[in-house]
């Protein structure tokens, strides 16, 4: 089906690596596995992973990497038909989508992906509801403090409410704070790239986002407030 495959593209594309030196992480991770179709994508600092149910189980289990470039121009094409459904012939080393009349060829990316699932959370020590538009307000605010600081933003959960804060720089310091809802777990402080943080809140549609922290050294992981299948998860960074 086109909704869910173009909803994965948008939610997921943006997070592959633009270093060649990697090719298998300037790609998108496709996998399909009976009913369950993947869609992931890591520069290795941050990762989105997009996942949906099938009406019906394909009997299959298959996956190859597609490269960044492709998904776009797939997404474009998708954006802009009428069809419901869209073909897919996986070949050695290449892949065809058919959708509206229009056929898209492109080779398929060489090696392994990473396998991610050894770094995503397992369990999650605090955690709180937060505002999407309130959080992209805020760290909007202070992302024109840290550009010289290597975007680096400093976000703390505490007592209900997140602070989203920088260090000193030539321009100058900032701070703000937003509230946060449904906060279970202790007092946590992680710095991030704000852009990072911008991106995946700029495609979420979702009007409410959880924020999970483990500790100032794990991956932070953003996902809607309502379960999804989607996840992103930024690496944080050293300070």
Not at 16 to 33: D, E, K, M
Not at 75 to 94: A, C, M, P, R
Not at 158 to 171: A, W, Y
Not at 225 to 239: D, F, N, R
Request: no cysteine; aromatic share 6%.
């Amino acid at each position: 089906p086109v909704k869910p495959i173009l909803e994965a593209l948008d939610l997921v594309v943006f997070a592959a690596s633009t270093n060649i030196s990697r090719p298998v992480l300037t790609g998108l991770f496709w996998q399909v596995v009976g009913k369950t179709v993947k869609l992931a994508a890591t520069d290795s600092y941050r990762l989105g992973e997009k996942q949906f149910e099938l009406t019906k189980d394909l009997g299959m289990d298959i996956s190859f990497i597609v490269p960044s470039k492709t998904a776009q121009e797939l997404q474009k094409i998708l954006e802009n038909s009428k069809d419901e459904e869209l073909e897919l012939h996986v070949g050695k080393g290449q892949i065809q989508f058919k959708v509206d009349g229009v056929e898209l060829v492109s080779r398929l990316i060489e090696g392994n992906f990473p396998d991610y699932d050894k770094i995503l959370p397992k369990e999650i020590k605090t955690n709180a509801v937060l505002s999407t538009e309130e959080f992209l307000l805020g760290l909007k605010k202070v992302s024109v403090i840290v550009r010289e600081n290597s975007n680096n933003v400093k976000v703390k959960l505490e007592k209900g409410k997140l602070f989203i804060f920088s260090d000193e720089t030539q321009v100058g310091q900032g701070a703000t704070e937003i509230g946060a809802e449904n906060m279970k777990g202790e007092a946590l402080e992680t710095a991030l790239n704000v852009q990072y943080l911008l991106e995946v809140l700029g495609k979420l549609k979702d009007s409410k986002v959880n924020f999970s922290l483990n500790d100032g050294l794990s991956p932070v992981m953003v996902t809607p407030a309502k379960p999804s299948g989607y996840l992103h998860i930024i690496m944080p960074l050293k300070v």
